[in-house]
């Protein structure tokens, strides 16, 4: 797009052009939809199955807390091993391990 701005004057009005682009959508027509071969299902949720869903759902977005001792099948526990040296310091650039066990 072209625009030559400080050409235009207000105080002195003469003849300006400007340049502009025009999109147009296409048309477009559906299907007929009522002549389509489409399976409908009628799926009966139980409370159970909203229940697990819930849990599903808390634990993939809860808060990650510490606790002293595991509790349940579902805890995870995160183990961190580090290469140290002879003193116990652990060196830099060492290998490094973490191991995530459910």
Known sequence: MEMDVPAFDLN?????????????KPEFELADLSKADITGYNIDITDEMLNEEVERLQNRYGNMTDKEAVDGANNVINVTFEEVDAEGNTVEGGI??????C
């Open 96 to 101: 490094k391990r973490i191991i995530l066990y």
């Open 12 to 24: 002195n009005p003469g003849e300006y052009t400007f340049n502009f682009e025009i999109g147009l």
